[in-house]
């Protein structure tokens, strides 16, 4: 399995975007990139996820580099509820489960 | 569309007590999967069905750990006799049997061992 590398923690002020990035440089080519959130202690929030094109939903989007191996979450507008421990998680398309990281912890500031 | 339930939200039991955790999942979902969070520690995968069979189950962590999923509908996780090393909180999730589909979680039962 490829491994991601995400920074531990990262701030962001309110109404600006967020932009999270993540490391995937043994990343192979049957891997998708997915990424959840947790907040506080709720169960994880899936975002979005993406193989090799950008993707765009209502609550992010996801960059992929062309070479695949890194990619970047971005919030367009931030807001205090976005606050949460974001995982960036590479995983086989023949494998169905998520294995987590330690993630990256996002602090939206007032 | 109801999401993955989990029963109960929270449990308190003493060490060597028996503790059964329920999760159904999203109705048609026939993937399911086990994870647990000890405190301060990462998401750990525990293990994951495949309607009723057990595809992995290379994360539980012994044998006083068993789940089932009888019926490929929702699943039991029953940890006995339970340890204090077993608090934490139990997160179940389910996904569509498609290569690239997205796990949806509950919100956990959190468990506590006296």
């Known amino acids: 399995d490829a491994k991601t590398t995400q920074p531990t923690s990262m701030d962001c002020a309110e109404g600006r975007a967020a932009n999270l990035p993540c490391n995937h440089s043994?990343?192979?080519?049957?891997?998708?990139v997915y990424w959840y959130r947790q907040i506080h202690s709720q169960g994880p929030q899936y975002i979005i996820h993406?193989?090799?094109n950008n993707e765009t939903n209502e609550m992010a989007s996801l960059i992929i580099t062309e070479d695949r191996k890194s990619s970047t979450l971005i919030l367009p507008h931030a807001t205090l509820r976005d606050t949460a421990v974001y995982y960036c998680?590479?995983?086989?398309?023949?494998?169905?489960?998520?294995?987590f990281g330690a993630g990256t912890r996002l602090t939206v500031k007032p | 569309e109801a999401g993955v339930t989990q029963f109960p939200s929270h449990s308190v039991i003493e060490k060597g007590q028996t503790v059964t955790l329920r999760c159904d999942p999203i109705?048609?979902?026939?993937?399911l999967y086990w994870y647990r969070r000890v405190m301060g520690k990462e998401i750990k995968f525990l293990l994951h069905f495949v309607k009723e069979s057990k595809q992995d189950e290379s994360g539980m962590p012994n044998n006083r750990f068993l789940a089932e999923r009888t019926g490929g509908t929702y699943s039991t996780l029953k940890v006995q006799p339970a340890e204090l090393e077993d608090s934490g909180v139990y997160f179940c999730?389910?996904?569509?049997?498609?290569?690239?589909?997205?796990?949806?979680f509950g919100q956990g039962t959190r468990l506590t061992v006296v």
């Open positions: 043994t990343i192979s080519g049957n891997e998708y």
């Open positions: 999730a389910s996904s569509q049997d498609r290569g690239s589909a997205e796990a949806f």
């Open positions: 998680i590479v995983r086989p398309i023949a494998y169905n489960d998520m294995r």
């Open positions: 109705s048609g979902h026939d993937n």
């Open positions: 993406g193989l090799k």
